[in-house]
Structures are given as structure tokens and as C-alpha cells.
Nanobody
């Protein structure tokens, strides 16, 4: 059974930084694409950043220039470096991974990690 796990969330003051990491456990696979989304109560889940297997990267408009998504092939993770955090970045952050198995590709989601303004 595959599980997607997010880590690195927590309390942070405006202007601060956090690094989120996303990994998957289970049977043999390759991460094809990875993405981070976020959601606040009462609002739709929005794309924060996406990285594809060919290296293409997309960011949501509200995080461009502040957040960076990357792949760590050694650790087999998809990471999100968040700098210059703002109060409006407070949300539950979810990782989405497209995992490639011998039999095909399937999408998995983590349960989320909270990023909260501590001010």
C-alpha cells in the first residue's frame, strides 16, 4: 500500500521560511510528477507549485518569486522551499504525487501539513 507523507509544516512569523518535504512509501515506484496544493477553510484547494518529470515547473501567482519546488532524487522527495512567508500563506498544504509503477501511473495525495502564522 502506498502512502504519501508531508512534513515540515509548523508555526512561522511573517517574513520567515519553512521547507516542506513530500515522500512516498510502499512498493517499488518512480515519482513522475509532484505538486503542492494548499487550502484554507471555506475556499477551494489551489495549486502552489508543480514539477514535472521533464523539469517543467509551474507556480501559483501568489507564490511566484517566494516559493521554490524541487526534486531530491537521492531522498526521493518533492520539496517546497517557502521564503518571505505572509499571513495569507497560512493553510493546509497537500502533496500530490503521480507515481509510476510497472503496471502504470497513479495519483496519490497526502493528508496535509499545516503552515500557520505565529504572529
Amino acid at each position: 500500500q502506498v502512502q504519501v507523507l508531508e512534513s515540515g509544516g509548523g508555526l512561522v512569523q511573517p517574513g520567515g521560511s519553512l521547507r516542506l518535504s513530500c515522500s512516498a512509501s510502499g512498493i517499488s515506484f518512480t515519482i513522475r510528477h509532484g505538486a503542492w496544493y494548499r487550502q484554507v477553510p471555506g475556499k477551494q484547494r489551489e495549486l502552489v507549485a508543480r514539477i514535472r518529470s521533464g523539469g517543467d515547473i509551474n507556480y501559483g501567482d501568489s507564490v511566484k518569486g517566494r516559493f521554490t519546488i524541487s526534486r531530491d532524487y537521492g531522498k526521493n522527495t518533492v520539496d517546497l522551499q517557502m521564503n518571505s512567508l505572509k499571513s495569507e500563506d497560512t493553510a493546509a498544504y497537500y502533496c500530490s504525487l503521480d507515481l509510476e509503477f510497472e503496471w502504470g501511473v497513479r495519483n496519490y495525495w497526502g493528508r496535509g501539513t499545516l503552515v500557520t502564522d505565529s504572529s
